[in-house]
């Protein structure tokens, strides 16, 4: 193969050649095959203002009829505004999670319904739940029928909240909420750029448990990107291994602070890669499913370094799935993965998940996934047997209304 862009923080995204080597026999032929499918995505950078580009798609949005013409009125009206973390990141009424429990009918919460029908996917974008709604939080995920959420900020950064921590402090730790509704934490894994924490939801009411997966991404800047885009695409390889997009799967809940930003990137930085193993992608493709995503839910992919890192970030993982596709015999010449390494992990048991990309993993999830199943049946068991014993569940605060301040996702 001949050489492949790896975008590190320099002067902004800069690329850094990265030489590979590989085997005389098939050098020429693999320069033909990169050649031949080549994104016109990366052909259209080299010529393109990113300023400019998300100057206009702000514009779309503020001026287009395609926008002024969708609604907030729920996420508006008085009795639900203390739920809005930011009072200008709000969920449109046709796209907007709709929560019931037993007489109520309509359960606000501020996140979105975003599908992608070119990519086949679907995610709920939500905002950092806010301390007193984690409740809700929770009832969304039983009802989504949701096995993994993705979580993109801190609880906090520079000095300020971006989101409640809804899940408990502490490994087999019991968060007891509204909705007959519990969570109890199984473990804890911390690798160099991401946590993941297997918990357990259980509806007291009904003895319904479910397996929940969060992956939780701590190294991307508020407002920022990260330093790298090949610690984001191993961080979505692990996402996407958790089988959160399977048929039989509801859709992954993906939150920042107000679920636009970050969010929103890696909404289609997902998407983009799923489409170009189908078809090439163009800048103007890209904008276009930007905006339809937007349609969903308002301002995904706040700030032009945003938008810049995804396009890097969707070049790069396209040179990647090449790599996978045509030279799975040639793994000579290393990874290129920008001094990022997630696969020393520390584990709160002794459990542990496999490095991205290991030819292991697949042996190695199996037997981590037999054992967090173990160690969750136990937990399942002693909760189940706690219920039956007459503990209660506490309440979750009542929202006290509050201005709310502009997003800062």
């Not at 929103?264 to 998407?271: E, M, R």
Request: with cysteine; proline share 4%.
């Amino acid at each position: 193969m001949a050489f492949a862009s790896r975008f590190c923080r320099g002067s902004l995204f800069q690329p850094c050649r990265l030489i590979m080597t590989a085997t005389a026999a098939c050098a020429n032929k693999s320069i033909e095959n990169t050649m031949l499918i080549e994104l016109s995505l990366e052909k259209d950078t080299k010529k393109i203002n990113f300023k400019q580009l998300f100057l206009d798609i702000e514009k779309q949005e503020w001026n287009s009829d395609r926008f002024t013409n969708l609604s907030t009125r729920v996420a508006d009206s008085p009795v639900n505004q203390s739920y809005n973390r930011y009072f200008n990141v709000l969920p449109y009424d046709h796209t907007r999670v709709i929560l019931k429990h037993k007489s109520e009918e309509d359960l606000y919460i501020n996140a979105s319904y975003v599908r992608v029908p070119d990519a086949n996917r679907e995610y709920i974008l939500a905002q950092g739940p806010l301390d007193y709604a984690i409740s809700r939080f929770w009832l969304m995920c039983e009802q989504a029928e949701t096995t993994t959420i993705v979580m993109l900020c801190r609880c906090y950064e520079s000095s300020r909240e971006k989101s409640a921590r809804y899940w408990p402090k502490d490994v087999e730790g019991v968060l007891r909420m509204d909705y007959d509704l519990e969570v109890v934490l199984v473990d804890e894994t911390k690798t160099k750029d991401f946590i993941v924490r297997n918990l357990i939801l259980t509806n007291t009411a009904t003895k319904h448990s479910r397996r929940i997966r969060q992956l939780h991404y701590v190294n991307w800047p508020d407002f920022n990107v990260p330093d790298c885009p090949q610690s984001f695409l191993d961080f979505l390889d692990t996402v996407r291994a958790s089988g959160c997009f399977d048929e039989d799967a509801g859709p992954p809940i993906v939150h920042c602070s107000a679920g636009i930003g970050r969010s929103g990137t890696f909404a289609l930085v997902d998407s983009a890669l799923v489409i170009s193993e189908k078809k090439d992608i163009s800048l103007n493709y890209l904008r276009s499913l930007l905006l339809n995503m937007r349609t969903q839910r308002m301002g995904l992919i706040q700030t032009e370094e945003q938008l810049r890192f995804s396009v890097s970030a969707i070049i790069l993982g396209h040179s990647q799935q090449l790599k996978t596709h045509h030279h799975n015999s040639h793994q000579n010449g290393g990874n290129g993965t920008c001094s990022t390494n997630n696969s020393g992990g520390q584990s709160s048991t002794s459990g542990g998940i496999s490095a991205p990309n290991s030819p292991q993993s697949g042996a190695t999830a199996a037997s981590s996934n037999e054992l967090d199943h173990e160690v969750e049946d136990k937990v399942i068991g002693k909760r189940l047997a706690m219920m039956n014993s007459g503990n209660g569940g506490s309440q979750d605060p009542q929202p006290q209304p509050k201005k709310r301040k502009n997003s800062d996702s």
